[in-house]
Structures are given as structure tokens and as C-alpha cells.
């Protein structure tokens, strides 16, 4: 419940800052259109920064309640980074197709705590994921130099850094490689003279289970399913 509450009160004031900002570019007014041969472009690149925060949905398995060896296993946020190139092309007016290869570091935790034990356990996970999303972006009509937009679209991922073929002894979890799921955003774009930034707000959610049960592992017996959630503000540049 305090996870999810830290979640919503940063997801606010993002939307927030967005808000703002787009209100102050607009309230100026500006002198004259920046870029008005863009929109009639087929086709367009650009770069793409992002900071992200993930965590894992932990769903028990059937041994977690009865053999009664934790009392509790959390996912926790952790911080990352994203870097990409994108590419957009132009269905009509009001959508484009786009997509954004990149490399994608996260970091996430998991909370395990015995019974009959106060001291809490904290696994680290780190993740490198080649990431291919492929978004339809809705945007709004373009209002001087400025516009709104909102995206949909599903993404495969690629864990490069995925224990799930390791043979050490001292795994305490192993996690799959491949993840398939989706992504729910929305996002600015400001027109300067010679591109276009974009700050946007997603969120991705997961669709497989990663973990991966081994009868040598105990704890990979107490977890039922593992699912990926992933928070993503970026910065594109677009020309």
C-alpha cells in the first residue's frame, strides 16, 4: 500500500511538471511556428533518454502458505536508465507508428523475511534489457508550438544479463530472459527552430512469469509468478 501511494505521488507531480511546463511555453506566446514543414513529413528519427523505476509482482505459490518458511517476499522499486534511437512513421494527421529500440538497466529488490525472524533479507536483481517497443502515438491537433499526445503499443524484451542458464551453486533465484508486454503512455512535444522535445511519462507492464522454478533453488518453490512493472520518464530529441 506505501509503495503504491509513493507511485501515485510521483506520477502527479510528473504530470504536473508536464503541465506546466506546457503552460508556460504557451501562455509566452510565440513570435512565429518553428518547424512548420514537420507535420508533413512521411518519416522521422530521433533520440531517446529516460530514466526508469521497476520493481517485480510477487505472487505466492501454494508453498509459501503452507511450509511457512517466509513470512513475507516483496518486490521493491529500483532505478535505471534508458537509452534509445526511435523512429516515427506517419499513418495520417493524428497518428503515428513508432518505434524505439534501446538498451534498457534496471535494478529491483526483493524483501524476504522469515518467520520467527525480525531482520529483513534484500536481494538485488539487475536486468540489461535489449528493448523493442512498437507504439501507435495519438496526438492532438498542434497548437502554435505545441502538442499533446498519447500513446498504446506491446514491447518484447531481452534480459542480456539473465542468471537463467547459470549453473552456480549460489543462485538464490533464477529469472528468464524474455518478456513480453505493454505500454500506456503520454507525452509533450515542444517545437524549437531545429527539433523537437519531447518529455514523456509510460508505464509497462509485463504479460510472462520470470521466474524460472528449480528444485535446487527453496525459495523459486515459494514464488508462484514474478511480472515486471516498469516506470519510464524520457526525453526525446526529434528532428
Known sequence: MLKSKFMNKIIAIITVCLLFISFNANAQGPKYIHMPEHDAKAYYFGLSFAGNYSHFQVKPSQSFYKDNQYKQILGKWGPGFNVGIMGH??????IDLRFIPAIVFSEKSI??????EEQIEVKNIESIYMNLPLQLKFKSERINNFRFYGLIGGKFDYDLASNAKSRRADEWLRIKPLDIGVDVGIGLEFYFPNFIMAPEIKIGQGMMNRVMHDSDIPLSNEISELRERMITFSIHLQG
Not at 524483501?111 to 520467527?116: A, G
Request: net charge positive; glycine share 0%.
Open 89 to 94: 512513421l506517419k499513418l495520417n494527421s493524428f
Open 111 to 116: 524483501f524476504l523475511q522469515k518467520y520467527n
